[in-house]
């Protein structure tokens, strides 16, 4: 069973990533990951094995104008002795260096670990679904 203090603490590292990407702070937005984090995020490669790399991700932010907001929906937390795994619909609403206006959802799973007392993140997986159609389009323009 997850206790209160767990789901506060995991809450409040997952709602610190969200103010890392807000104010563009790569390094703060990593920082909850262990160093040896498996990631399957959305840009290539299939894995990343540069996914806590800060210019990796610094790169991304730097492809927006102004703050990045992300926010989660319906997150759910389970954790037990020293694991833990997430998921929720995750919101990002940002504006591209031509002005352009972007909104989109993906899904995302994490696992966790506790680690020196901290809860660290050693898994993560972001996807956006695709239209079945033979189109391979990414289906972005879903909405909870």
Known sequence: MTSETDRNAISALIEGIQRSFHDKDSAAALAPYA?????????????????????????????WEGPIDRSTQDLAITAEDDIAFCHALLR?????????????????????????????????????????DGSFRAAVDLQP
Do not use: K, N
Request: hydrophobic share 40%.
């Open 35 to 63: 160093s040896d984090a498996t990631i399957f995020d959305l840009a290539p490669p299939l894995v990343s094995a540069t996914g806590t790399d800060p210019a990796r991700l610094q790169a991304w932010f730097d492809g």
């Open 92 to 132: 990002t609403s940002a504006t591209t260096r031509r002005g352009e206006h972007a909104v989109f959802w993906t899904r995302v799973t994490l696992c966790l670990r506790r680690i020196g007392g901290d809860w660290r993140i050693v898994h993560e997986h972001e996807s956006v679904p695709f239209y079945m």
